[in-house]
């Protein structure tokens, strides 16, 4: 008696991983500049000087003050409670539960 098995899924090649992580990094560097030529004139106008503007772009931001002196705090929560999922439900069935 032959076993059944599940279909096989293809699993995406190399190039096509590095065409969407290419694509993504584009467009969120994209999405900065674009923001940058925004905020910038925009504080300037509300009548924050340009030290006060470099202030608060180096406390800010994804690579701001505030956000790298949080990523222990993230990294020990991590080891002590275990990785845990954060993908919305709706986008849950794509994570690999292998982990």
């Given amino acids: 008696m032959s076993a059944i098995l599940p279909p096989r899924v293809e699993e995406p090649s190399l190039s096509q991983n590095l065409r969407v992580l290419a694509?993504?990094?584009?467009?969120?560097?994209?999405?900065t500049n674009m923001m940058r030529a925004i905020w910038q004139p925009f504080v300037l106008h509300l009548g924050a000087s340009i030290p006060l503007l470099s202030l608060l772009e180096s406390i800010g931001g994804?690579?701001?003050i505030v956000s790298t002196a949080i990523l222990p705090l993230g990294g020990w929560l991590s080891n002590r409670r275990?990785?845990?999922?954060?993908v919305p439900e709706p986008?849950?069935?794509?994570?690999?539960k292998t982990d």
């Fill in 23 to 31: 694509t993504r990094n584009f467009l969120a560097g994209l999405r």
């Fill in 82 to 86: 275990g990785r845990r999922c954060l």
């Fill in 62 to 64: 994804l690579g701001g």
């Fill in 91 to 96: 986008w849950a069935h794509w994570h690999d």
